[in-house]
Structures are given as structure tokens and as C-alpha cells.
């Protein structure tokens, strides 16, 4: 069963904007403890570059996004999202969100790591041209 739905991506410009959606089909958004947006850049490892634990509203960023990434939630739409501002060329790649069934620490090391995650979605492809 679908839980997790991206959407958003696309090809976008350095310097431009975008935002990503996460679709929570199954459940309501607080049936999870936490959703998180992960990154695979070509030829690189999944890396978590967000997250917003839904138990205490914490919202957590890898350094490398801080300052240009923002997550939110909207319980009327059901959704995540991840708004990314001066995107760059390395910011390009499939970005998956992830829901979390089991309380995670609101810390970013745990937040933003993989293995806390139990749902993923497909992927929603970023591409950025300079």
C-alpha cells in the first residue's frame, strides 16, 4: 500500500525555486512520528537533508541546506513540504520523504538518518542547470 507520494520536481534553474511535496495517501499525517526528505545525488549516497518531528514540531537540517531549505507541514492537505530557495547545482538529484512509525529523538543525527524511517515514497527527480 502507498503510503508516501512525492511531488514537485522537475527542472528548475540555479538561483531559481521550487517546493516539494510529500502526500501522505494512507494515513494522516499523525500517524507518523516524523517525516523526513532525503537525497541521492547521482553516483553518491541517500543522504537526510530534512526533517520535522510531528510529536514535538522540531524541524531539523543538514548543513549543507541550512539557510536555503525549509520544511513545513499542512494537516489540511495532508502534506510535507520542502521548499528550496537558490537552488544549486548540486542540490540535483531524487529526493525521497520518509514517515517514521516510532518516535525518533528530536536530534538532527537521528532525525536525518535513514534507518529511522519505515515508509519511503518513489522519488521525485530534481535536475538544476546552470
Known amino acids: 500500500q502507498v503510503q508516501l507520494v512525492e511531488s514537485g520536481g522537475g527542472l528548475v534553474q540555479s538561483g531559481g525555486s521550487l517546493r516539494l511535496s510529500c502526500g501522505a495517501s494512507a494515513h494522516t499525517l499523525d500517524y507518523y512520528y516524523a517525516i523526513g526528505w532525503f537525497r541521492q545525488a547521482p553516483g553518491k549516497e541517500r543522504e537526510g537533508i530534512s526533517g520535522?518531528?510531528?510529536?514535538?514540531?522540531?524541524?531539523h537540517y543538514a548543513d549543507s541546506v541550512k539557510g536555503r531549505f525549509t520544511i513545513s507541514r499542512d494537516d489540511t492537505a495532508n502534506a510535507v513540504y520542502l521548499e528550496i530557495n537558490n537552488v544549486k547545482l548540486e542540490d540535483t538529484g531524487i529526493y525521497y520523504c520518509?514517515?517514521?512509525?516510532?518516535?525518533?529523538?528530536?536530534?538532527?543525527?537521528?532525525?536525518?538518518?535513514?534507518?529511522?524511517?519505515?515508509?519511503w515514497g518513489q522519488g521525485t527527480q530534481v535536475t538544476v542547470s546552470s
Open positions: 520518509a514517515g517514521a512509525e516510532s518516535p525518533i529523538p528530536p536530534i538532527a543525527q537521528h532525525m536525518l538518518h535513514w534507518a529511522g524511517y519505515d515508509y
Open positions: 520535522i518531528n510531528l510529536s514535538d514540531g522540531s524541524l
